[in-house]
């Protein structure tokens, strides 16, 4: 069975979606890899390195994709990648499907089966498949860093002949996966850190890392999570309260970073150009939600824009910043996954539709949605198990 890894075509992509080590473990499995050449050059993976692993080089996007059964990447398929993928092939994608019913249906027309790996749910047995967790610990690393290179001062307290240098204040809005990281982080660099969660089950991981829990915590705010871990979305009276203890907060801060998201819905926005006026001149924020709309008024995509004397961070992709160790991550998480779907003896596939894993994240099959939370319908009992040679 042929598994195939193209170079990706959206701007700015530096990822790609198997690196030596996996295409090792692919051919361990069977399987037969074949990589795009250049598709690992912005991750500083030579050609020589998928070749010296097992793979075979494509001269094409069309090379690599002729007869492929199992298509890894990193983005989902453009138009023009869904012309050259096989009727019936499997595609493992960041697949972005809210909103994007005609992206969805392209995929559905073009016959794949469709599987978006953000949708993979928060269960032990898929934690090493899971690409948010991997990519949000990178981009929360790498929030610091930025924020670290375009500020004008020192982040540790420095003792010095001279005199002495006051840390950095860092607040970190928003605990998840990102947000905690970026807390490391900052901690290590020296940085006095404090940070902020709707979840109460945050507190105590915030204070794990030493940094300081800032939060209006009523009863509303007890009862302020899913049953899947994410943050509920808070009420309008809540949101007033909280945002007037931010306010005060964020004024007294040097570093900001914003990493709040709720799945399928635009990003909220926390700070407001009246909180950033009331900021010192030359700090620094960081929104981590750019892409869905971003957390702070006045962010911009892709660049450092300057609000109220605030140097506004809004790159789009800051897992992408750090392309080597992105993909490195990433492409674990799909070996994980694919090796669910494949039989290991026969090297063919075997999906299993009534798997909790395939339930969460198939998008379309047999020219359809079968997705409930984006307008498909279950499989039908007799074709709920698949094996394809």
């Known amino acids: 069975m042929k598994v195939a ?11 790609v979606a198997a690196v030596p080590d996996t295409v090792k473990r692919l051919r361990a499995l069977n399987l037969e890899v074949v990589v795009e050449r250049g598709a690992g050059s912005a991750s500083m993976i030579t050609d020589e390195e998928y070749e010296a692993a097992g793979a075979t080089l494509a001269e094409s996007a069309a090379q ?9 990447k990193v983005r989902r398929p453009s138009t023009e990648e869904l012309a050259l993928i096989e009727e019936g092939a499997i595609v ?5 499907p809210y909103g994007q019913e005609q992206a969805l249906d392209a995929m559905a027309k073009a016959g794949i089966t469709a599987f978006a790996m953000e949708l993979m749910p928060r269960i032990t047995r898929a934690q090493s498949m899971d690409v948010l967790s991997s990519q949000a610990n990178l981009a929360g690393y790498r929030a610091v860093v930025e924020a670290a290179q375009v500020f004008d001062r020192a982040l540790p307290l420095m003792m010095t002949a001279a005199g002495t240098v006051p840390a950095a204040k860092v607040f970190v809005m928003g605990a998840g996966v990102a947000g905690l990281q970026a807390i490391a982080t900052a901690k290590r660099l020296g940085a006095s850190v404090s940070a902020t969660d709707v979840r109460p089950a945050a507190k ?7 940094g300081k829990f800032i939060a209006v915590e009523d009863e509303e705010f007890k009862a302020a999570e899913t049953a899947g871990g994410y943050a509920k979305e808070m009420s309008a009276e809540y949101q007033a309260k909280q945002a007037a203890l931010v306010e005060e907060h964020i004024s007294k801060q040097d570093i900001v970073i914003t990493t709040a998201l709720i799945p399928g819905r635009p ?10 006026a009331r900021m010192r001149p030359g700090s620094v924020v960081v929104d981590l939600a750019v892409e869905r709309g971003g957390n702070v008024e006045g962010s911009v995509a892709d660049q450092v824009s300057e609000v109220e004397g605030i140097k506004l961070i809004g790159y789009g992709n800051l897992a992408g910043r750090i392309a080597t160790s992105a993909s490195l991550l990433y492409s674990r998480n799909l070996l994980a996954f694919l090796t669910t ?15 909790a894993l395939v339930k969460a994240t198939a998008l379309t099959h047999q020219g359809r949605r079968i997705h409930p939370s984006f307008g498909g319908v279950a499989e039908e009992a007799e074709s709920n198990k698949e094996t394809r040679a």
């Open 341 to 355: 779907l494949v039989d290991k003896e026969q090297g063919h596939l075997a999906i299993d539709f009534d798997d």
């Open 5 to 15: 890894i193209t170079r990706e075509t959206q701007d700015e992509e530096t990822r």
């Open 92 to 96: 493992l994608a960041v697949m972005d």
């Open 204 to 210: 105590e991981q915030v204070a794990s890392l030493g």
């Open 64 to 72: 690599a994709l002729q007869g492929a059964e199992v298509v890894l």
């Open 267 to 276: 990003a909220p926005k926390l700070i407001t150009k009246a909180m950033l």
